[in-house]
């Protein structure tokens, strides 16, 4: 099995977005760290639209200038050290600006589908080029931001433009729609890799574009009533490292806790414990790609402690490998 470790390396979005040491750079040292002892390496979906705006309002406020300082060297030293880096987008960036204080965002346009089609090939462009004068990588893999990227079609010539040719968005089953939220993939194929064209659900096998899905896992009710209640009894192992507050998700945690769901493989917080289950699934199915998504932000000490067993029972018989690596 090829197995993708990918994290989209961001700040919070909701009512407090936290700080750039908790979020971000103590938990990615804490990957950092399994990384090398098992010399694997991981993918790193990074949201760009943030070093955009550090870079805008660093002369200004020195705690931004301090925050840039630390993300871009991270993101240097992952790049250096084989870790892959890929292009992320949150769009809502161009609506936002620092107070002195916060990050005050304009969520009225978090899509990249909510801008106009002029607006979203500069967005492309000057995303993917910050990541390419960080790391003098080729950048060609993307991760929609809250996974959304439908309609397609609207992205799809500066995605062509910038030769931006691999997505990583879909999850087999995955559908949500809010005031800010729109994705649906049921129809998308039960596939651990193909090629499209016009939209990422709808395989064509002479497409341009390359789809490798993040790996999705049935779940049960009762896996989300065990998290919810960990999370209270023991917050140290089970608190995420992140100290935000993620945008409100409607309706999301209800319909976890009341019925079968199909989730993503991830190893935020308390989903880490199935990494070893769903490989197994995977294998059953015949897969050759299995992708675990996760958020530095989100991780736990226990999530941590997970990825780490399974990274060390795997790491012999299976092959953890990057976009760059294996494309
Ligand atoms: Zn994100």
Redesign the pocket.
């Known amino acids: 099995m090829n197995i993708y470790i990918t994290l ?1 390396y ?1 700040l919070y ?1 909701g009512e407090k977005h936290g700080t750039v040491y908790k979020c971000i750079i103590f938990p990615t040292n804490e990957l950092i760290k399994i990384a090398e002892k098992y010399n694997v390496r991981f993918t790193f ?1 990074i ?1 760009a639209g943030f070093l955009l705006k550090l870079d805008e309002f660093r002369s200004k406020y020195p705690t931004l200038e301090e925050d840039y300082k630390a993300v871009t060297e991270q993101i240097k030293y992952l790049s250096e050290t084989g870790h892959d880096i890929q292009l ?1 987008i ?1 769009p809502h960036w161009e609506d936002s600006y620092y107070n002195g204080l916060n990050w005050i965002f304009d969520l009225k346009r978090y899509k990249l589908v909510d801008f106009n089609e002029i607006e979203i090939e500069d967005i492309v462009a000057k995303y993917k080029k910050v990541l390419t004068d960080l790391t003098g990588k080729k950048i060609f893999a993307y ?1 929609a ?2 996974w959304c990227l439908q309609p397609f079609g609207k992205l799809k010539s500066a995605f062509i433009k910038n030769e931006i040719s691999f997505d990583s968005s879909v999850f087999k089953n995955g559908f949500y729609t809010s005031n800010h939220y729109s994705y649906d993939f049921r129809s998308a194929p039960d596939k651990d890799l193909y090629r499209f064209e016009e939209e990422p659900e709808i395989e064509n096998t002479i497409g341009y574009f390359t789809e490798l899905p993040i790996s999705a896992i049935k779940n049960s009710p009762l896996f989300f009533w065990k998290l919810f209640l960990l999370g209270r009894k023991n917050p140290y192992l089970h608190k995420p490292l992140g100290d935000g507050i993620a945008m409100p998700a409607p309706g999301q945690r209800k319909k976890m806790l009341s019925r079968y769901t199909n989730c993503t493989v991830c190893i935020d917080g308390y989903n880490a414990k199935l990494l070893q289950k769903a490989l197994m699934q995977l294998q059953k199915k015949k897969f050759k790609q299995m992708v675990v998504i996760g ?1 530095p932000k989100a991780l736990s000490r226990y999530s941590i402690q997970k990825l780490e067993e399974f990274v060390n029972k795997n790491c012999n018989k299976n092959n953890f490998t990057t976009f760059t690596k294996n494309f």
Request: hydrophobic share 20%; charged share 35%; glycine share 18%.
């Open positions: 989209d961001e979005f979906f949201d992320h949150h991760r931001g809250g958020h």
